[in-house]
């Protein structure tokens, strides 16, 4: 029998491990620019069209190579940074593997041209499908430039499955922010089919901050500084005002390389506790400087998560320094007495007069009350407006475990007159009127009554659906209302946020908005949809509008609809909000009134089935 088992060819082995190093066009401005950090480079420029799936092109000012070194750069397992094992416990670079090159050129037709500072000339490499095509000598300037063309050229089933331009444009910008936060002290810039992105000179850390996400962050930055004798702990954190329910402005950075840990982010969080709500992230910016002998990281092929020898200590030291930069910022929790809302209405206890007699026990001063009898009368006010507005006399209400001493319940049987008869049946009458209208609780729910039961609805997720279908339908027919503005209000937004807005604005006005390019990254809203809550502040709607979108990019949902979710998801009734029993009666119309009412664009659920049935067995 012939064997079987056989070395698969170069350019195949290389195509396989290609798919853990370069998984989109991010994989690849993540690889060369960190190349260009370990070169030394002061200047590192970026320049990518059609969001890398075209071109990828990242020049530098680094060292350069020799005609050698460069041609040995795109062998597999090729380094300069280690030469045995043991050099793994000591990594200060970025890269080390000696894969990233050979990766981007098994799937890539690569150009690069590199010039080291000693040599007259520089050399010039075509590499397609793991082959050179062309190595020659050239006029270069000092350092190097990679070019990446035509990514999956030859793998078009991986070609097939990358995103939407939006979608892979926003990963190269989070790669890039990474790699610029972490080194604020090299210049960078970055340019999306001529246009440009990112201007970033150097400077220090909070410069660098400020400059990606724009001047309004300045200032709710909190420094942290902390220093021991196993790690050192600087940055940034955002004060407890400055918070969002969507996380992208969390940054830890670990010997300068980026990682990251749900661990270490439950530490910063922690440091947070009673100040920001639970289900909301803060900023921060934080670097640890530690032993490269105390970590581990060769533990993934993104090199995005690392082991530490003693993880709870790192989360220890992690949470008592950003506790004590927020203390030392005199930022500290404040306690809400707030009542809940719903009861809000409700007359205080100073304007409530005890009676001055109970039935069957006789006359008492009031300043003669016992405990007991305090207790008995604060229940039956409790009583009285928890059924207040339903026609029910209180004597019907109390229970019969809260009497009085001395007191006793009336009971509903014995000899009525049929005065008595009648008014009992329009309190009954009333009660069942009122039952059947729809209600809220805690501000987030909705009962509502029907034959078999009732419905629990969520209030939010109803709004979002009811107008997640409308504004899907204003993208696709005809647009909404504008609502003009007396004074047009000027945007300055941070560059990504920019490069957003600037790729989705014609939907976004279509969705009743008026928004002009101002130059660079401003922008003039000259009106708002007519019927939004003209309250929120139009710097506030439009940034809660991205980030709802970009939170909606790994949803499986094309550009329009996701947009519409975003503006939903906006722009629908919070949870909270009291609402009139009209309000409660459109708002549980309409949302029946939808294509697909059972869900939210989200897929949470929108409305719950109670049989009444199943109620009455859960008592027994």
Request: charged fraction near 25%; charge should be negative.
């Amino acid at each position: 029998m012939a064997d079987v088992i056989q070395l698969l060819p170069e350019n195949v082995a290389n195509q396989i491990a290609a798919g853990e190093v370069v998984q989109r066009p991010a994989s690849v401005v993540k690889e060369l620019m960190e190349n260009a950090i370990d070169a030394g480079a002061t200047q590192v420029r970026l320049i990518v069209r059609d969001a890398g799936k075209t071109l990828v092109q990242v020049m530098d000012n680094g060292c350069g190579m020799s005609e050698t070194d460069a041609r040995m750069s795109f062998e597999r397992h090729a380094t300069s940074k280690i030469r045995d094992a043991r050099d793994l416990f000591a990594i200060r670079t970025m890269g080390f593997r000696g894969e990233a090159l050979a990766s981007i050129a098994a799937v890539a037709q690569v150009e690069m041209r590199t010039r080291r500072y000693t040599d007259e000339l520089g050399v010039r490499l075509v590499v397609e499908d793991s082959t050179v095509r062309v190595q020659e000598a050239c006029q270069a300037p000092q350092g190097t430039s990679i070019a990446v063309k035509n990514l999956f050229y030859n793998v078009p089933a991986r070609r097939n499955f990358l995103k939407a331009d939006a979608v892979e444009m926003r990963h190269i910008i989070d790669e890039f922010q990474r790699i610029a936060m972490a080194n604020p002290d090299v210049h960078f810039t970055m340019h999306q089919n001529d246009t440009e992105i990112f201007h970033l000179p150097s400077g220090n850390l909070r410069q660098r901050v400020v400059k990606i996400f724009g001047d309004a962050v300045n200032k709710k930055l909190v420094p942290v500084q902390e220093e021991t004798d196993i790690l050192k702990i600087t940055g940034f954190v955002g004060k407890p005002d400055y918070h969002k329910k969507n996380r992208g402005e969390q940054f830890f950075f670990v010997n300068k390389r980026y990682i990251k840990s749900s661990y270490l982010h439950h530490a910063v969080v922690a440091a947070y506790e009673n100040l920001i709500p639970d289900d909301h992230h803060p900023l921060y910016v934080l670097s640890l400087e530690i032993d490269p002998g105390s970590i581990d990281i060769n533990v993934h092929p993104t090199k995005q998560e690392i082991k530490f020898d003693d993880e709870r200590l790192v989360y220890n030291y992690l949470k008592v320094a950003v506790k004590h930069a927020l203390g030392a910022n005199n930022i500290t929790p404040t306690l809400d007495f707030e009542q809940e809302p719903a009861f809000q209405s409700f007359p205080s206890a100073s304007s409530y007069q005890p009676p001055t007699s109970f039935s069957g026990s006789g006359t008492r001063p009031q300043e003669s009350f016992t405990s007991d009898d305090r207790r008995h009368d604060d229940n039956l006010r409790n009583w009285q407006r928890l059924y207040e507005g339903m026609g029910i006399p209180v004597t019907e209400l109390v229970p019969d475990d809260e009497e009085a001493p001395g007191s006793f319940t009336p009971e509903v049987s014995g000899n009525f007159s049929s005065v008595e008869i009648l008014e009992m049946d329009d309190e009954n009458e009333q009660f069942s009127r009122v039952q059947k209208e729809p209600y809220q609780i805690h501000g987030q729910f909705i009962v509502s009554h029907i034959k078999s039961g009732f419905l629990l609805v969520d209030q939010q997720a109803a709004s979002e659906r009811i107008l997640y279908e409308k504004y899907l339908d204003a993208l696709e027919n005809q647009p909404i209302a504008i609502q003009k503005l007396l004074f047009p209000k000027t945007l300055e937004l941070s560059p990504a946020d920019a490069a957003l807005l600037r790729d989705i604005l014609d939907d976004i006005n279509t969705l009743g908005f008026e928004i002009a390019l101002f130059g660079g990254n401003a922008f003039v809203v000259h009106g708002v949809p007519a019927d939004l809550d003209q309250q929120i502040p139009e710097e506030v709607l439009i940034g809660n509008l991205l980030d709802q979108y970009r939170n909606n990019i790994q949803m499986e949902l094309n550009e329009r609809k996701r947009l519409a979710a975003a503006m939903a998801k906006n722009t629908s009734i919070k949870r909270g909000r009291l609402l009139a029993v009209n309000e409660m009666r459109e708002l549980i119309d309409q949302l029946f009134a939808c294509s697909v009412p059972f869900a939210c664009p989200a897929g949470k659920k929108c409305f719950i089935q109670h049989d009444l049935e199943e109620v009455r067995k859960q008592f027994g």
